[in-house]
């Protein structure tokens, strides 16, 4: 194999794993997200449940 060619297959290569990287990132961010609404939800509905208690107390 030239050297030309060992490079042109390595900038594919480096292309690739670029890509892969872009994914992880999407999908990591989309998980934060998805954490953070989940934790933003958690916490809405405790407060229903306090509120519900404390109107069963009335």
């Known amino acids: 194999?030239?050297?030309a060619a060992r490079q042109g297959e390595l900038t594919q290569d480096l292309?690739?794993?670029i890509r892969v990287m872009e994914t992880?990132?999407?999908l990591?961010?989309?998980q934060g997200s998805s954490n953070r609404?989940?934790?933003k939800l958690r916490t809405r509905?405790?407060?229903l449940e306090a509120?519900?208690?404390?109107l069963d107390g009335k």
């Open 45 to 47: 509905n405790e407060k």
């Open 1 to 3: 194999m030239g050297s």
């Open 15 to 17: 292309t690739a794993m």
């Open 28 to 30: 990591n961010d989309e």
């Open 37 to 39: 609404e989940m934790a």
């Open 51 to 54: 509120r519900a208690l404390k």
């Open 24 to 26: 992880v990132l999407v």
